[in-house]
């Protein structure tokens, strides 16, 4: 049974480009969260998301952020015009109905 | 969701039990206590999680006090591959998803 898979695992970009982060969650859930890890510090939410619905967004950045979750296929985050301070691991986890989140390798986005 | 506090770092010899603190004196009775370990820069990895009974599992005990104020994880015969930053996080379920809240985590370093 595979885990959470993640892609790209680094991932790096110029400023002002556009980052895409796919994360396909485990078979059989249905619910995915994004976790944004800066470095040095801990792991803090930015958004949940259920088969074409956000849930909660409550920690995303206002501004150049988006993620989905479409029907078919894997959720993507999406950074747009990135900056220095978008450097960071990317953490996505799993849950089904909302229960046990299980978390995936990360992709580390280095942004020059 | 409650918070809760640790102590930021710990020894413990290998082969000896480890024994992890929590205090989480503001718990509300639909809350869960969960633990997750992250291995230097890797996902979170879920270990356990319990509501007031102790649980055990094939990687670890959870012990919670009667008054559910306070939580202890338990790795009964620690190897080097325990080394990391062990996070106790409250988390409520109460038939909706929610989001897990890191807080900075206890760093056991497990010695030869």
């Known amino acids: 049974n595979a885990g959470v898979m993640q892609n790209p695992r680094h991932l790096v970009r110029r400023r002002g480009q556009e980052a895409r982060l796919r994360c396909s969650p485990m078979k059989g859930h249905s619910h995915v969260y994004w976790y944004r890890q800066l470095p040095e510090e801990g792991l803090k939410f930015m958004v949940y998301?259920?088969?074409?619905?956000?849930?909660?967004e409550s920690g995303m950045p206002k501004e150049r952020f988006s993620a989905e979750f479409p029907k078919e296929g894997p959720s993507i985050l999406r950074i747009q015009q990135v900056v220095r301070g978008d450097s960071a691991a990317y953490f996505c986890a799993s849950s089904p109905q909302g229960g046990t989140q299980y978390f995936g390798p990360g992709t580390r986005l280095l942004v020059l | 969701d409650a918070k809760t506090t640790q102590p930021p770092s710990m020894d413990c010899a290998e082969g000896r039990a480890a024994n992890l603190p929590c205090n989480h004196s503001t718990i509300s009775g639909n809350e869960y206590v969960y633990w997750y370990r992250q291995i230097h820069s890797q996902g979170p990895q879920y270990i356990i999680h319990g509501l007031k009974n102790n649980e055990t599992n094939e990687m670890a005990s959870l012990i919670i006090t009667e008054d559910r104020k306070s939580s202890t994880l338990i790795l009964p015969h620690a190897t080097l591959r325990d080394t990391a930053v062990y996070y106790c996080?409250?988390?409520?379920?109460?038939?909706?998803?929610?989001?897990?809240?890191f807080g900075t985590g206890t760093r056991l370093q497990v010695t030869l």
């Open positions: 996080i409250v988390r409520v379920w109460d038939g909706t998803a929610s989001k897990l809240t």
């Open positions: 998301l259920q088969k074409e619905n956000i849930i909660d």
